[in-house]
């Protein structure tokens, strides 16, 4: 049988209260574990407990000091530093600093969530015994080969579009938990979903539930009327 692999944890550092980090809130539906932390003075001991795979700063002009924040990471922890900063005023100066400091990219908030994606698979490469991206998701008789882009129900491959592949990607992460339209949205149409006609996910679900089928072991898409989707496990099921 296939066993999912370890999902990477990546760290994002951040100085905000509410509604949290804005990054990390972008990353949630990424291929890794994402976790935030806020800056504070136990920072630097929690990640040296966890030792995350990557750390990505959160940062706007005027929370914290950013240089300060990037050299104590990196004279404390080994894993690599993405920095995604807020661009007011000159960007190239603070960039600069948090470079020499320690981290290893600076990207600004303008970036696209795939392209920090990217940034953070290049990190994780250049990580010596970085841990393993997760490969595979396995719900029921169902495995989602991330790495492959390949759907395997009951041992068999099969087809899965690539539009229904990403959908049943983002709900087997989160299998029982309501995922609402604009996050769906997101995850498989990219950011711009403002020029996305909405019934496009309506059909994507419809296609993908076709793949699916039924089987005593086939974990199936549920609507939630007014708010979203979830992928339903049965509680016989192993995830």
């Excluded at 991206?133 to 991330?146: K, M, Q, T």
């Excluded at 990219?190 to 005593?216: C, F, M």
């Amino acid at each position: 049988m296939r066993q999912a692999m370890a999902r990477s944890e990546i760290v994002v550092v951040h100085a905000r209260n509410g509604d949290g980090s804005i990054v990390a809130n972008r990353l949630a539906f990424s291929p890794f574990e994402i976790t935030a932390l806020p800056i504070g003075r136990t920072m630097i001991d929690s990640l040296v407990e966890r030792q995350p795979a990557v750390i990505v700063v959160d940062h706007d002009s005027g929370e914290f000091d950013l240089t300060r924040v990037c050299h104590d990471l990196s004279t404390s922890i080994e894993s690599p530093i993405i920095v995604v900063s807020g661009n007011d005023g000159d960007p190239d100066e603070p960039a600069i600093r948090a470079l020499d400091a320690g981290a290893g990219v600076v990207l600004t908030h303008d970036t696209s969530t795939p392209l920090v994606v990217a940034h953070i698979r290049v990190a994780l490469r250049a990580r010596p015994f970085a841990p393993p991206i997760r490969a595979e998701i396995e719900i029921g008789d169902v495995v989602v080969d991330l790495n492959a882009h390949a759907t395997f129900i009951a041992g068999e491959v099969v087809k899965c579009p690539p539009r229904q592949f990403l959908l049943l990607a983002t709900l087997a992460r989160h299998p029982n938990i309501v995922l609402d339209h604009d996050a769906l949205m997101t995850s498989v149409w990219g950011e711009q979903t403002d020029a996305v006609d909405p019934r496009r996910l309506r059909i994507a679900v419809s296609l993908l539930r076709s793949v699916l089928g039924t089987g005593p072991r086939r974990p199936r898409i549920e609507t939630v009327s007014h708010v979203g989707y979830r992928l339903v496990v049965d509680p016989l099921i192993s995830v």
